[in-house]
């Protein structure tokens, strides 16, 4: 219930998932992380996508926090990262329709 809650998804709770958008089922995924208390490694694939701004700042907070606690985090993403402070390492890709020099 908590994990839903910190999503804002409790309200939801008993609904039918297929009468979810796209956002909504991806706070439901993304609140599954919540219920491992342990510090352990996550990796995720574009989790900003399909969220609102609300959400984004909710994800940005969860990520922060479980960093804080001993956790890492994996992850690929098109959204600027507001969490920098706790970002031990990071690559930034180029983009494939651009032409890559070499060095």
């Keep these: 219930e908590q994990a839903l ?3 804002g998804m409790y309200a ?5 998932v297929r009468t979810f958008s796209q956002g909504q089922r991806r706070r439901v995924a993304l ?3 919540l219920l491992n208390p342990l510090p352990g490694p996550w990796v995720l694939d574009e989790p900003f996508d399909a969220l609102d ?3 984004i700042e909710v994800l940005n907070e969860v990520i ?3 960093v804080r ?3 890492s985090v994996v992850m690929t993403s098109h959204v600027d990262l507001s969490f920098k402070s706790c970002v ?3 690559f930034l890709l180029p983009d494939p ?3 890559v020099k070499q060095l």
């Design 97 to 99: 329709t651009q032409t």
């Design 31 to 33: 609140a599954r992380l």
């Design 12 to 16: 939801r709770r008993r609904a039918m």
């Design 69 to 71: 606690q001993g956790g």
């Design 64 to 66: 922060e926090n479980h």
């Design 5 to 7: 809650k910190r999503f």
């Design 53 to 55: 701004k609300a959400g």
């Design 88 to 90: 031990h390492r990071a």
